[in-house]
């Protein structure tokens, strides 16, 4: 397999906890949390950009033919590598229910695209069991537990809740402060998360996530 293959294999974190992790991707995502008529949890819509170092190197390993671009059948294969890759880690979907962790179904594809220099992908997931949503709390976010993939929400904005089902409900991004999470965590953050956070489920406590009560 070529590097950036390889990249696409085991790389794809949340921007918090730059002051531990080493990130050599960089994404700005938009996580879409969609709820069906019958009150659960749908499906969590993506939509990563790259940034654009990275999206080179892909353009370079991938574009077979040499056209400096990424042909359809070319884009497919990004897509293909990256969906069959990430299968082990639910995508990086962090995803609960009361509390719960919630593990997600394999994507039926990942779209790709490459728009001005940048590699798009575009995706959904759906819970693996039931979500209800009335008198419930959940809770999505996205994070790299490998720490070696940056990905961002630019804004509140790009964290949304669509369906009539969402009515009522109280949702709230939160993007924790990493000096507080340090210090309400110190005695489960230990030596090993600082020297090798990948072996852990602790970068969790940094990534952005948006909370829902309904």
Request: hydrophobic letters at 40%; a negative charge; charged letters at 25%.
């Amino acid at each position: 397999m070529k590097k950036s293959t390889l990249l696409l294999a085991g790389a794809l974190s949340l921007a918090p906890v730059a002051a531990f992790a080493h990130p050599h991707v960089f994404i700005e995502a938009r996580l879409e949390v969609v709820a069906g008529a019958d009150g659960n949890i749908q499906e969590l819509r993506n939509v990563w950009r790259f940034d654009e170092v990275f999206s080179s190197s892909v353009l370079m390993d991938f574009d077979k033919n040499t056209n400096l671009k990424l042909d359809p059948d070319e884009l497919t294969q990004v897509g293909d590598t990256v969906r069959d890759s990430l299968v082990d880690y639910d995508y990086y979907v962090n995803m609960s229910f009361n509390g719960k962790t919630i593990k997600v179904n394999k994507p039926d594809t990942i779209h790709v695209d490459y728009k001005d220099g940048q590699l798009l992908m575009f995706f959904a997931v759906a819970p693996a069991e039931p979500m209800p949503m009335k008198g419930n709390k959940l809770s999505f976010g996205i994070y790299d537990p490998t720490l070696y993939t940056s990905v961002d929400f630019p804004t509140d904005a790009d964290m949304v809740t669509i369906g009539d089902a969402f009515q009522g409900c109280k949702h709230e991004v939160v993007r924790p402060d990493p000096d507080e999470v340090i210090a309400e965590n110190k005695a489960t953050l230990t030596d090993a998360f600082f020297k090798d956070p990948t072996g852990t489920t602790m970068s969790k406590l940094f990534a952005t996530r948006v909370d829902i009560q309904c």
